[in-house]
């Protein structure tokens, strides 16, 4: 017998079924149908509980009771199946449940409550059906194990080559091309614009590269964001080298923080272009110009740069790599939402203007994304790479870069705990996975699944290369550091989406929840008995 002819046991895989039940009937139909039942009585609860309007008491005790049915029904099929319910069915199930706790907690305006939790029910419950179908085939022997093993290392083989392919294609697209020196007379005036709360170092110093910049027509513009520090001050002592000082108000609830900031400043700018950055950016001398000249001679009006990294910020950032790692590698021209960050960007002042200005955007935590998506339709976006060409860096540090990756992940992914679910599943399957899948493979004797998870493996390290050579790690082993990157992405995300819907989540101690999750300031809260 050949050994690659050697099949994978499906009892190995799902364990031998007893022949008794715990009430010790043998096969008994009533109890291989019970969980069933449960589970689409829990269902139909759901899909009623969430089309019916209900007092937030009410809500409680209903939503405790649906969660209750959620719970015994996943337990019973977790155990008639323990190794092919427990994995899939308890991730979903998971979110399930944390989506049913959306509902009872209630913290969002109403209106917003009843339009995203039950599109998001309707969306995993959908999910749970296909796997639990698929995986009902699977038990009784209707799909063949090995086709179903090797069709996964395939899909793991295409995700890990479509992602190298878009990261090398980005990559290229992204670098600087030299462009052909524009005369100071003909460039257009440029605005700086710099919120600041609480802020001393890091905006002295950044402060320090901008009024040393080679670029004739130039404005710098800082907001004091209602610092409690002496934010203000330092400000002023820079007012000799033509830094404006602008005072800032408390936003609102309608508005992020960061956003009424901009939109104090371009209201306040006089440039042709809008340069958005923060404190922790530094420039060479001659960047502005180089990145104004880029934009002139490509006809853009919008420019987006990722940094490089400072010799400051030599220790290694997992939460920053696997960020770049998302902007760069994934095919984003096929849902026409181009890399972008929101470090520092460059705009035309008439197209921020044409677009609604920042209050299109005042809830949106990246709002250069949706001008870069407006514009890159056009053909008038770029995003660009710091390198030779261009010398700007960024001395945010590793912690920061984790706090960063925590406000903004969840409402990158349009704040739909379905999507954070599919997210996390794909980083598992489609990257984590074919190493494990190879080994299991091996393990078992089936060459052609061994092969085909061995090179979705090595294609996977060569993207965690590519990405650790733009990082500006120079060993090849600081790729292995893109393994451990993507768990703390899956514990970033799910973290970042627990935070926005049931804790807080906050930018220079301002909770940036209200805005984004259009959540209400307080719970509301119970009658209280009567005694």
């Known amino acids: 017998m050949k050994v690659a002819d050697v099949n994978i046991p499906q009892s190995r895989l799902f364990g031998k079924k007893s022949s008794y039940t715990p009430y010790g009937i043998v096969d008994s139909m009533i109890f291989s149908a019970l969980p069933w039942v449960l589970f689409a009585a829990a269902c ?8 019916v309007r209900l007092s937030h008491e009410a809500r409680q005790w209903a939503g405790g009771l649906l969660l209750l049915l959620l719970t015994i029904s996943l337990g019973a099929l977790v155990i008639q199946e323990p190794l092919l319910f427990g994995v899939p069915f308890l991730i979903i199930g998971c979110y399930r449940i944390l989506n049913c706790m959306r509902f009872i907690y209630g913290r969002m305006h109403e209106e917003y409550l009843y339009r ?67 005369p100071d007379k003909k460039l257009p005036s440029v605005s700086i614009l710099i919120p600041a709360r609480n802020e001393t170092a890091d905006l002295e110093a950044c402060l320090k590269t901008l009024t040393a910049s080679t670029y004739q027509k130039l404005e710098i513009l800082v907001l004091d964001d209602c610092s409690q520090d002496r934010t203000p ?62 934009a002139l001679e490509q006809r853009l009006t919008m420019v987006s740069v990722l940094p490089a990294r400072s010799a400051q910020g030599t220790g290694n950032s997992l939460a920053q790599q696997v960020r770049y790692l998302w902007e760069l590698a994934l095919p984003r021209f096929v849902s026409n939402r181009p890399p972008v960050l929101s470090t520092l960007w460059l705009i035309q002042a008439t197209a921020l203007k044409k677009y609604g200005g920042m209050a299109a955007v005042r809830r949106n935590v990246v709002p250069e994304g949706f001008f870069a998506r407006e514009l890159d339709k056009k053909n008038m976006y770029r995003f660009l790479r710091s390198g030779e060409a261009l010398g700007i860096v960024s001395t945010k540090l590793p912690s920061e870069q984790r706090y960063t990756a925590l406000r903004v992940r969840y409402p990158q992914l349009h704040r739909r705990p379905e999507v954070v679910m599919v997210v996390a599943l794909f980083e598992l399957v489609t ?23 061995l090179a979705a493996s090595v294609t996977h390290l060569l993207v965690l290369v590519e990405m650790s050579r733009v990082m500006g790690h120079r060993s090849a082993l600081a790729a292995l550091n893109g393994i451990f990157a993507v768990f703390l992405d899956i514990w970033l995300v799910n973290r970042s989406m627990y935070l926005y819907e049931f804790g807080a989540v906050h930018w220079k101690e301002r909770n940036v929840c209200l805005p984004v999750m259009h959540a209400m300031p307080s719970q509301p809260q119970l009658p209280r008995a009567k005694h």
């Open 44 to 51: 139909l609860f759901e899909a009623f509980l969430m089309s």
């Open 116 to 182: 995203v939790v039950p599109r998001s029910s309707l969306y995993l419950v959908s999910t749970q059906l296909t796997v639990g179908g698929l995986g009902l085939l699977l038990a009784r022997n209707h799909l063949p194990l090995n086709g179903v093993l090797l069709s996964v290392a395939v899909v793991q083989l295409i995700a890990a080559a479509t992602l190298l392919l878009s990261l090398r294609v980005n990559l290229k697209k992204s670098q600087l091309t030299a462009a052909e020196a524009v």
């Open 233 to 294: 001050e330092l400000i002023k002592q820079f007012a000799h080298d033509g830094v404006r000082f602008i005072r800032g108000s408390e936003p609102g609830e309608v508005w992020l923080p960061k956003n009424a900031a901009y939109n104090k400043l371009a209201h306040e700018a006089s440039g042709e272009f809008l340069l958005f950055c923060g404190v922790d950016v530094r420039f060479m001398p001659n960047d502005i110009k180089t990145l104004v000249s880029y």
């Open 431 to 453: 990257i984590i996975g074919p190493f494990f899948l190879a080994g299991y493979a091996l393990y078992y004797s089936h060459w052609t699944v061994v092969v085909i998870a």
